[in-house]
């Protein structure tokens, strides 16, 4: 296991506190430039009656350049602002980029009678295989955020020995890989803030849903609804193919199979992280020389903006400017 970086990470001062960390960024105004390379909405079909969207940017020789796909995280899409400046950067550095939608996110509630959730790994490995296969492309990539992060791990280690023939590297920044210990987490103290903002998202999709396909979602039960672990015990496992959350908990976090993958991964998390739990990465799994880790002491919940930008190209979001060095390096080797 690779445990440094060639930049450490400096906060901006004022930041150094994991909630303000978390917070900030996500409202920073990043004033980011028209991206020069147009994107083509897509529909990837994963599963029978399932489809996702993707936001496909393809350079014209796309085949003669490395791919990266954006997961975004928990109630997040394609066009979530850190998926946006991520998309910036591998497009500067002259990469395709695919910006997937999770399934029903993205406004695109209508392409499945399903949910999602944080085990959805098969989602990104039949968008991968059509990529190589019906595109051409090689040299593909994965970054996925908090959830999207567990999802991108959760790939990489079913994907074991193949690993590599499909992907040249996997991204996972602030990853949700054990799902009960963030669910503990967000039960505490000032975190209901972020659960109950979640939880408005999560319970307007299910009532869109039973718009859509009433058979199938029950909206009585959602004045039974209080915290992330209800609204898991009775919409998320079931759908999912588990009796609870518990369960689904179990079965779907990376960090249960994680010493499985081959891949080369890159992990950014940060010590204070008031989301994920630090000691979520104490795992003896994680020890391996295909596993590079950058755990920098503050940085927040996918926060990471620094005190000032590195030079021209990289500015302020530092896990941003990680993910691309990582994958200009693998594609060196």
Sequence with gaps: MNNGSSTPFTPLPLLKNGHLMTIVPALWNRRLPPIK????????????????????????????????????????SSNTPYVLGLTHKALEY?????????????????????????????????VATELIEVDGLKNLFAAGYSLGGNIVLKAAAELGAEGPSMFKGICAISPALDLAACVDSMEKGVNRFYEQRFLIGLKDKIRIKHRLFPSLYDVSKLKYVKTLRGFDDVFTAPD??????????????????????????????????????????????LQA???????PQYGGHSGFLAHAAEDARRDRFWAENRIIEFCVSQLAQ
Excluded: W
């Design 37 to 76: 390379t147009p994107s083509v909405d897509r529909l990837f079909k994963v599963k029978p009656h399932v489809q996702v969207l993707a936001n496909c940017h393809f350079a014209e020789d796309a085949k003669a350049r490395p791919t990266l796909i954006i997961l975004h995280g928990l109630e997040g």
């Design 94 to 126: 002259g990469m395709n980029v695919v910006r997937l939608n999770l399934r029903n996110c993205g406004n695109t509630l209508h392409l499945t009678p399903t949910l999602y959730n944080a085990g959805l790994s098969a989602d990104l490995i039949a």
């Design 289 to 295: 020389p295909n596993i590079t880790m950058l755990t």
């Design 240 to 285: 999912a193919g588990c009796s609870n959350a518990a369960e689904y908990y179990q079965k779907n976090s990376a960090i249960r199979i994680i010493e499985n993958a081959q891949i080369p991964i890159l992990i950014i998390t940060a010590k204070d992280d008031p989301i994920v739990p630090f000691q979520s990465f104490a795992s003896p799994k």
